[in-house]
């Protein structure tokens, strides 16, 4: 973290809380002790800060309750970049915590299905941006380590519960009218697009710094190489194909363009940043997982469902399955989708999986964002050079943090597998 992320701010205040200590314990009398800390380590969340929030409260009848919550807060604007606060993030995630997942839940409650999406939320009394969170730990939920990626099990468990969410959007599409505007855009807002585009073709230059790395295999490559006899391994035609220099100085308009809303296109409101930190298991005693709730809902954001799925499978799912396996998750997911469209009533044709799969390869851009942006991230070991300065940044610290980014051995041979992949489905071509 920079050295100003530990600071606890000021109006953090236990007195701020005792409502929400009432909601929470009917019986609350007092508070006992208070205590906020940092809830994450350097290199595990990024555009904001997530702290947790001990209590220990005495209650009416002279017991004591402990509580704990989870608070997620801004940066300093000092060190926030400009562009960042027109992603709205705060408001986005409020909205979907009180208003969006409520609703989507009472949906399935009134065709008798039972199905939770997202933790409780409370607000404090004040002017400050936060959301507030019940903390899930206490159910038992946790997090995957993101350097080992989900396996197979827990990737069908992600899988099932975005294709509950997915469907319950487009039911309510269908019943109230398209989002409001704020659930439209998600990052490709115009007012933050020069900070996407940066960090694009940050990424970009790290890419190339490190993808001649990429040696040899080139056995794999004999269709590519046929039709350009120059190029003779690996690197060479990923950089010949992919990632020239004027692929990503244009790939944030290309990015934009590509992605605009389809309205003749089945739709979905996408969680927008579903990898392996924004979703939480619980377990059952005998190891097996018994529910998944996704977390961190800041960057949502209407279109196809193409959108999240590349997201997931790319960024988080294990090396061994992440090719071999994707068309069986695209289909797993896509049963789960037809089941509940079809339990919500949806009145629409239902999508086929080969509409599906068509999505899959005209957004193929897609996949570049957790390839190039948010895989890095996952695969990096802990380091005290993690923060939003170092990723978005220009200081020298920022350039020594990418290095080892993009350097990372672990996230090469990803890029050994996903690029000729993704070159031979067409989905890069622009």
Same mark, same amino acid.
């Given at each position: 973290?920079?050295?100003?992320?530990?600071?606890? +701010?000021?109006?953090?205040? =236990?007195?701020?809380?005792?409502?929400? #200590?009432?909601?929470?314990?009917?019986? *609350?009398?007092?508070?006992?002790? #208070?205590? =906020? %800390?940092?809830? @994450?380590?350097?290199?595990?969340? !990024?555009?904001?800060?997530?702290?947790?929030?001990?209590?220990?409260?005495?209650?009416?009848?002279?017991?004591?309750?402990?509580?704990?919550?989870?608070?997620?807060?801004?940066?300093?604007?000092?060190?926030?970049?400009? &562009?960042?606060?027109?992603?709205?993030?705060?408001?986005?995630?409020?909205?979907?915590?009180?208003?969006?997942? +409520?609703?989507?839940?009472?949906?399935?409650?009134?065709?008798?299905?039972?199905?939770?999406?997202?933790?409780?939320? *409370?607000? @404090?009394?004040?002017?400050?941006?936060?959301? /507030?969170?019940?903390?899930?730990?206490? !159910?038992? #939920?946790?997090? =995957?380590?993101?350097?080992?990626?989900?396996?197979?099990?827990?990737?069908?468990?992600?899988?099932?519960?975005?294709?509950?969410?997915?469907?319950?959007?487009?039911?309510?599409?269908?019943?109230?009218?398209?989002?409001?505007?704020? *659930?439209?855009?998600?990052?490709?807002?115009?007012?933050?697009?020069?900070?996407?585009?940066?960090?694009?073709?940050?990424?970009?230059? !790290?890419?190339?710094?490190?993808?001649?790395?990429?040696?040899?295999?080139?056995?794999?490559?004999?269709?590519?190489?046929?039709?350009?006899? /120059?190029?003779?391994?690996?690197?060479?035609?990923?950089? #010949?194909?992919?990632?020239?220099?004027?692929?990503?100085?244009?790939?944030?308009?290309?990015?934009?363009?590509?992605?605009?809303?389809?309205?003749?296109? $089945?739709?979905?409101?996408?969680?927008?940043?579903?990898?392996?930190?924004?979703?939480?298991?619980? *377990?059952?005693?005998?190891?097996?997982?018994?529910?998944?709730? +996704?977390?961190?809902?800041?960057?949502?954001?209407?279109?196809?469902?193409?959108?999240?799925?590349?997201?997931?499978?790319?960024?988080?799912?294990?090396?061994?399955?992440?090719?071999?396996? $994707?068309?069986?998750?695209?289909?797993?997911? &896509?049963?789960?989708?037809?089941?509940?469209?079809?339990?919500?009533?949806?009145?629409?044709? /239902?999508?086929?999986?080969?509409?599906? &799969?068509?999505?899959?390869?005209? %957004?193929?851009?897609?996949?570049?964002?957790?390839?190039?942006?948010?895989?890095?991230?996952?695969?990096?070991?802990?380091?005290?050079?993690?923060?939003?300065?170092? /990723?978005?940044?220009?200081?020298?610290?920022?350039?020594?943090?990418?290095?080892?980014?993009?350097?990372?051995?672990?996230?090469?041979?990803?890029?050994?597998?996903?690029?000729?992949?993704?070159? !031979?489905?067409?989905?890069?071509?622009?």
């Amino acid at each position: 973290m920079s050295r100003h992320s530990n600071v606890i +701010p000021k109006w953090i205040k =236990v007195e701020l809380f005792e409502e929400i #200590f009432r909601q929470t314990q009917p019986k *609350y009398q007092s508070t006992k002790n #208070f205590k =906020v %800390y940092h809830a @994450l380590a350097p290199g595990e969340n !990024y555009a904001t800060v997530m702290l947790k929030v001990e209590a220990e409260v005495m209650l009416k009848d002279g017991s004591i309750d402990d509580l704990s919550y989870m608070l997620k807060i801004s940066h300093s604007w000092e060190h926030l970049p400009e &562009h960042f606060k027109h992603f709205n993030v705060f408001d986005v995630e409020n909205g979907v915590y009180k208003e969006i997942a +409520p609703e989507f839940e009472r949906m399935y409650a009134k065709v008798g299905r039972k199905v939770c999406f997202t933790a409780k939320s *409370y607000t @404090l009394a004040t002017q400050e941006e936060h959301v /507030l969170l019940e903390d899930l730990g206490r !159910y038992g #939920f946790k997090n =995957v380590k993101r350097q080992d990626c989900l396996d197979l099990e827990h990737l069908k468990n992600a899988l099932e519960k975005l294709a509950q969410w997915h469907a319950a959007s487009a039911v309510m599409v269908e019943q109230k009218g398209i989002f409001d505007m704020k *659930y439209q855009r998600g990052m490709l807002n115009e007012g933050g697009k020069e900070l996407l585009r940066t960090m694009l073709d940050d990424s970009g230059r !790290y890419l190339l710094k490190n993808i001649t790395k990429l040696e040899g295999h080139e056995e794999y490559y004999d269709e590519v190489v046929k039709s350009n006899n /120059l190029l003779k391994n690996i690197y060479q035609i990923i950089i #010949f194909l992919v990632f020239q220099q004027t692929f990503f100085s244009k790939f944030t308009d290309i990015f934009f363009e590509n992605a605009r809303v389809d309205p003749k296109e $089945f739709n979905v409101l996408n969680h927008g940043d579903y990898w392996s930190n924004n979703i939480m298991f619980q *377990y059952a005693p005998d190891g097996s997982i018994k529910a998944t709730l +996704p977390v961190d809902f800041q960057i949502t954001r209407y279109g196809s469902p193409a959108q999240d799925l590349m997201y997931l499978i790319f960024s988080s799912a294990r090396l061994d399955i992440k090719i071999s396996k $994707f068309d069986y998750l695209i289909k797993f997911y &896509h049963q789960n989708l037809i089941e509940n469209l079809i339990i919500l009533n949806y009145p629409q044709p /239902l999508p086929t999986l080969r509409e599906l &799969h068509q999505t899959l390869i005209k %957004y193929g851009l897609w996949a570049m964002v957790p390839i190039a942006v948010t895989l890095p991230i996952v695969l990096c070991e802990p380091s005290e050079k993690a923060s939003l300065d170092s /990723l978005v940044g220009l200081t020298d610290n920022s350039q020594e943090f990418k290095n080892l980014l993009y350097s990372n051995e672990i996230f090469l041979k990803h890029l050994k597998l996903i690029l000729p992949w993704l070159l !031979y489905r067409g989905a890069l071509e622009y």
